[in-house]
């Protein structure tokens, strides 16, 4: 099992940049493929990014390609969700997430993941 922290949400003025940090411990974080997904007030749960174990698969959200990038560095069980060019419409709770049902590739379907972080919130201001 792994426990899952995110920090580095807040409020950002539109056009500007956050790094989201998730932060592993328990297990190490070279056993999961890693995930972020985000859900604002009253929508479903949205796929971000996801990334595999070794760092050189990840996949990308419609919203989040071309603004967003997701990174890792095992040695310190983080994982990083670099956000650019930021909208109004980001505003939400972002999760970070950590599946071992096959680590050697992303995963973009939610429920494959087992481990969630209790997410940090992300406000834009137009």
């Known amino acids: 099992q792994v426990h899952l922290v995110e920090s580095g949400g807040g409020l950002v003025q539109a056009g500007g940049s956050l790094r989201l940090s998730c932060t592993a411990s328990g297990r190490a974080m070279i056993y999961y493929a890693m995930g972020w997904f985000r859900q604002a007030p009253g929508k479903a749960r949205e796929f971000v990014a996801t990334i595999n174990w070794t760092g050189d698969s990840a996949i990308y959200g419609d919203s989040a390609r071309g603004r967003f990038t997701i990174s890792r560095d095992n040695v310190k069980n983080t994982v990083y969700l670099q956000m650019n060019s930021l909208k109004p419409e980001d505003t939400a709770v972002y999760y970070c997430?950590?599946?071992?049902?096959?680590?050697?590739?992303?995963?973009?379907?939610?429920?494959?993941?087992?481990?969630w972080g209790q997410g940090t919130q992300v406000t834009v201001s137009s």
């Open positions: 997430a950590a599946t071992d049902r096959d680590n050697t590739v992303p995963h973009r379907t939610g429920r494959t993941y087992d481990n």
